[in-house]
């Protein structure tokens, strides 16, 4: 089963959480399991989306207590590791979904982009790095934005497509 995270804000506005959930019971109707940061918000609503679709969640959590997972995390890997563990949800995923916005959440997709993980963006950051800078010639050089759900997911399908074997 592959993995694709949804990354956003632990605070997230309603418009947020709405997009989030709605994603998450796409993608696991998709067959995807959804990884999250484990916590509240964007991660709480994504994870709930997919576990009332029938899909599987994984919540990496920056802390040590497994409790502070949210209630539809499926599988919870305290990881003691901070903000940190960003890298471990972007590197643990073939794609990632950025909703809304945060610090957190741009560290998340600065991460997929320096390792290659493809990144669309649903009403979130989608920076690009500045054109013939030779420091960025082997990473992609653009997030791919989103107009809404269903284009999200499907964006998520071409990406995963065209990465497969």
Do not use: C, F, Y
Not at 54 to 68: I, M, Q
Not at 82 to 111: D, K, Q, Y
Not at 130 to 144: E, F, K, L
């Amino acid at each position: 089963m592959r993995q694709v995270a949804v990354i956003g804000p632990g605070e997230a506005t309603p418009e947020q959480e709405t997009d989030a959930e709605r994603l998450g019971a796409g993608l696991a109707r998709l067959g995807l399991t959804v990884v999250t940061g484990g916590l509240g918000g964007v991660m709480a609503a994504a994870s709930r989306g997919a576990r009332a679709a029938g899909g599987r969640t994984l919540g990496l959590l920056p802390g040590n207590d497994p409790a502070t997972a949210n209630p539809w995390i499926d599988v919870v890997v305290p990881t003691g590791l901070g903000e940190a563990r960003n890298a471990l949800v972007v590197r643990s995923a073939a794609a990632v979904v950025a909703v809304g916005h945060g610090w957190g959440t741009l560290s998340e997709v600065a991460l997929a982009l320096r390792t290659g993980v493809p990144v669309v963006s649903l009403r979130s950051w989608a920076p690009t790095p500045p054109a013939g800078d030779p420091r960025h010639r082997d990473q992609p050089t653009s997030v791919q934005v989103a107009t809404g759900v269903t284009d999200a997911l499907a964006r998520v399908q071409a990406v995963l497509k065209a990465a497969a074997p």
